[in-house]
């Protein structure tokens, strides 16, 4: 039986703007979109305390959905924005990264919501020494996008302003 494998999308030798700057980047982006998910959390928190007081310590009882409700509100948000039109979350957005499958399809809810997953399951166990995987192959892919089959690029808007720049400091320029 013939397999009909794809090869990678992103050659990070042809096309070196896809991936520069992507780790640093990517860890602000990840502050941000961990921003964006705690604050619902900490409003929930804080009115479930005052619904507590209220009700003389009978709200109390409400924290045990705090946990499961941040999980699934995570997954929701994960899922959601890296499966949206963009492929990417509001914190990859904001610094102009985007997902894509290694053959170069968009990201999709599924996908989203699974790469959440994975990561907080690698992150667990083998804490952040999984970012030195990004520095040791050459598409920067961290523990969890191999697993899955992602990468992680520059969005095609911050890859034409790097190709426009890395054309105009070229040495053959002046010839």
């Given at each position: 039986m013939p397999i009909d494998i794809k090869p990678h999308a992103y050659d990070p030798v042809q096309?070196?703007?896809?991936?520069?700057?992507v780790v640093a980047r990517r860890v602000v982006?990840?502050?941000?979109?961990?921003?964006?998910?705690a604050i619902p959390v900490v409003v929930a928190?804080?009115?479930?305390?005052?619904?507590g007081i209220v009700t003389l310590g009978l709200?109390?009882?409400l924290y045990w959905l705090l946990p499961p409700g941040t999980v699934i509100w995570a997954l929701f948000y994960f899922g959601i924005t890296l499966g949206g039109?963009?492929?990417?979350?509001?914190?990859?957005?904001?610094?102009?990264?985007?997902?894509?499958t290694w053959y170069g399809a968009p990201a999709y809810f599924v996908l989203g919501a699974v790469h959440a997953i994975v990561f907080w399951f690698?992150?667990?166990?083998?804490?952040?020494f999984i970012l030195l995987v990004a520095f040791f192959?050459?598409?920067r892919r961290l523990l969890h996008d191999?697993?899955?089959?992602?990468?992680i690029i520059n969005n095609a808007r911050r890859a034409a302003m790097l190709r426009a720049g890395m054309a105009n400091a070229s040495p053959y320029n002046g010839l």
């Open positions: 096309n070196p703007e896809l991936f520069d700057g982006a990840f502050i941000i979109d961990f921003i964006i998910i928190a804080m009115f479930i305390f005052a619904f709200g109390f009882a039109p963009s492929s990417a979350t509001i914190g990859m957005r904001v610094m102009d990264l985007e997902m894509r690698s992150i667990s166990a083998f804490t952040p192959n050459e598409r191999i697993v899955l089959g992602t990468v």
